[in-house]
């Protein structure tokens, strides 16, 4: 089964149906999501890890449960880029705590983004290194977010700089999220034992450069994500995203290494499960 690498399912635009579209993706072959815990900022947090324990949770003997109806849920933490001027110590405090439950598998998005006017970059990289802090010491693997400037390759360089120094001596890998950047950045990633992600980007008539990058990359190091409710692939493009359409990037992927979309969901699967250090999930 496939694997949405990172999706806000604790979105509200997935208020009024979220249970609905938890089904259709288990209907379309997803077995399990990773449910960003970033919110609309720390103060929202928690929400990812209340999402997975709340369908988790459903009694065996319910018509649908995980395994059996709707994929399996596991939780992220972290503060994003724009939102680390609001990372104070009791924010941080909170990102320790989350990061300990067992459901919480991984820190993150945080990173860095000079995309948007916001958050100073100063303040965005100190974030993100005492963020990096806590998840060594929780031994979490982060998810990284990473957008530079039009044209530019700023955050990336000052982003790998930060994770050469900080994150690689522990070992613990990651993910780069919605990967959109070039060979070398692809390169210098997978040397710091990071996977690669792609959302719905891939599936986009202008992002021939991404798709000559993603063929070249070796199977070991991919995922393959939605970042729902956001960037719907081909041929959903504009609506609201859901985990369900992931399919349509697994497909994307899996002409452009010339192997079967079974395939491309194992190796997936099989990356997310041996960077967690995950038992063979559900439908596995
Ligand atoms: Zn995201």
């Known amino acids: 089964m496939l694997i949405d690498s990172h999706a806000h399912l604790d979105s509200e635009r997935y208020a009024d149906d979220r249970e609905a579209m938890l089904r259709r993706a288990w209907e379309a072959g997803v077995g399990t999501v990773l449910s960003i ?54 924010a941080l405090a909170k990102l320790d705590r989350l990061l300990a439950e067992p459901e919480v598998i991984a820190c993150g998005e945080i990173g860095l983004d000079y995309y948007y006017e916001g958050t100073p970059h100063p303040m965005q990289r100190e974030s993100l290194i005492r963020q990096l802090e806590i998840a060594a010491n929780r031994k979490r693997p982060i998810v990284i977010h990473c957008r530079p400037k039009d044209g530019a390759t700023d955050a990336w360089d000052d982003l790998l700089d930060v994770l050469e120094k900080h994150w690689r001596p522990t070992g613990l890998g990651g993910i780069m999220h919605c990967f959109g950047s070039g060979w070398e950045q692809a390169q210098r990633s997978l040397d710091l034992g990071f996977l690669i992600s792609f959302s719905g980007v891939l599936t986009f008539p202008k992002a021939q450069p991404l798709r000559e990058v993603a063929a070249r990359l070796p199977l070991d190091s991919l995922l393959v994500e939605t970042d729902a409710p956001w960037l719907a692939p081909v041929p959903n493009r504009g609506k609201r995203n859901e985990p369900a359409w992931v399919s349509h990037t697994a497909r994307t992927l899996a002409g452009l290494h010339t192997v079967s979309e079974q395939e491309i969901a194992a190796e997936t699967t099989k990356n997310f499960f041996r960077l967690f250090h995950l038992g063979a999930g559900v439908g596995n």
């Open 37 to 90: 815990g970033i919110g609309e900022g720390p103060s929202q947090m928690h929400q990812a890890l209340d999402i997975c324990r709340q369908f988790n949770a459903l009694p065996p003997e319910s018509e649908f449960r995980p395994g059996a109806g709707l994929p399996q849920l596991y939780a992220s933490a972290g503060i994003y880029p724009h939102n680390t001027h609001e990372a104070d110590n009791a």
